[in-house]
Structures are given as C-alpha cells and as structure tokens.
T-cell receptor
C-alpha cells in the first residue's frame, strides 16, 4: 500500500531557528514529490516540486531534498519567521494515467516570536 | 491570471439535502482533480477529470457522489443526500496537461458542514 508519513506531527520553535521537516513514503517508485503549505481555513500553496530524477530544489529560505531509494524527503527552512507558521504537507505522485497526489497528514509548525 | 476558483467557500446543508461544489480551473487548464480533507485526516484523492471525461474516479465513494467537467463551465462535484460524515473540506486542483511532471495548482477549498 502506498502511504506517506510525516514526522513530527507538530513542531514549535523560536524565531530564527533552522528546522527540518521529514516525509517518508512506502513505495519508492515515485515520479515526483511536492511540498505544500496550508494556512488555517485556506487552500494549499505549492512550495517546491522535485522530480524523481532530482536530488533537491531550493526556493528562498526553503530547500527540499529527495532520497528516492530510501523513500525520504526533507524540507529545510532556514532562519524561521512567525509568518512560516502553518501546516506543511508532503505529497507524492506515482504517475500513471492519473498523476494523483498521495498526501501525508502534515506537520503543524508554530514559530514563536 | 486568476488562480483556481472554488465556490461556495462555505456550504451548510441539512442531512438528506444535495450539495453542489464548483471549481473553475486556471485559464488554459483542462485537467481537474478533486480531493477531500476530512477532519483530522490528510487530503485524499477523489476523482480526476478532463473536459467531458472522467479519467479516474477510484477515490470516489460508490454512492451519492458524482463529478463532471463539461465542455463549457466549471467542474461540479455533486453529493446527493448528504450525511454528517460528508462534512469536510473539498479541494479542487487543476493542471494544464496530464503527465507525470506537471504541477497541480489548488483552489481555496469548499468547506461543507452537514447539520
């Protein structure tokens, strides 16, 4: 069964800290992996998309890495800010005719000022 | 270029009524996905449609749920005879094409509450 797990479920850090969010997937035959941000009561904002052939992607203070063989991805946030507080979701696609996304349950991040 | 639009943003229905959720994809996008987020659970895929075609409905409950994406107009997710367990956030995503490396863009969601 294809499952995605995110650890930790919740994280609270003081402003300015660097932090790492983890995502693991049971079936390593993914085509791509996306990291999203979800604010309370809002939709999903795509942060980074990593294709299966890539090892990492960077956008500003965010860096996502992918180790396909071990079934893991990490999202690194540098110099965290209170505005980074949100739920971070990891999702994988196994391609096929649908390219549907399989989501983890997310990590709720709180950055304390 | 407007993003994915969903309406209504909030919908309240009584048990037994029908719910209709609308999704207008981004301009130029012809592929639509529907996902459901139950309370305290992750998002789950429901259905994938292209214009006038349902490509994959493997995540849709067998009864009461249907989806369409007509040649003209928004995609509609229809839930007949709603029950309390249908209360959830329903998200629509669109992409410009199919394929493995095409990013999906999400709308703000419709939050359905069944009384």
């Amino acid at each position: 069964k294809q499952e995605v797990t995110q650890i930790p479920a919740a994280l609270s850090v003081p402003e300015g800290e660097n932090l790492v969010l983890n995502c693991s997937f049971t079936d390593s035959a993914i085509y791509n992996l996306q990291w999203f941000r979800q604010d309370p009561g809002k939709g999903l904002t795509s942060l980074l998309l990593i294709q299966s052939s890539q090892r990492e992607q960077t956008s500003g203070r965010l860096n996502a890495s992918l180790d396909k063989s071990s079934g893991r991805s990490t999202l690194y946030i540098a110099a965290s800010q209170p505005g980074d507080s949100a739920t971070y979701l990891c999702a994988v696609s196994y391609g096929g005719a649908t390219n549907k996304l399989i989501f983890g349950t997310g990590t709720l991040l709180a950055v304390q000022p | 270029n407007a993003g994915v639009m969903q309406n209504p943003r909030h919908l309240v229905r009584r048990r037994g009524q029908e719910a209709r959720l609308r999704c207008s994809p981004m301009k130029g996008h012809s592929h639509v996905y529907w996902y459901r987020q139950l309370p305290e659970e992750g998002l789950k895929f429901m259905v994938y449609l292209q214009k006038e075609n349902i490509i994959d409905e493997s995540g849709m409950p067998k009864e009461r749920f249907s989806a369409e994406f007509p040649k003209e107009g928004p995609s509609i997710l229809r839930i007949q005879q709603v029950v309390r367990g249908d209360s959830a956030a329903y998200f629509c995503a669109s992409s410009p094409a199919g394929g493995f490396f095409v990013e999906q863009f999400f709308g703000p969601g419709t939050r359905l509450t069944v009384l």
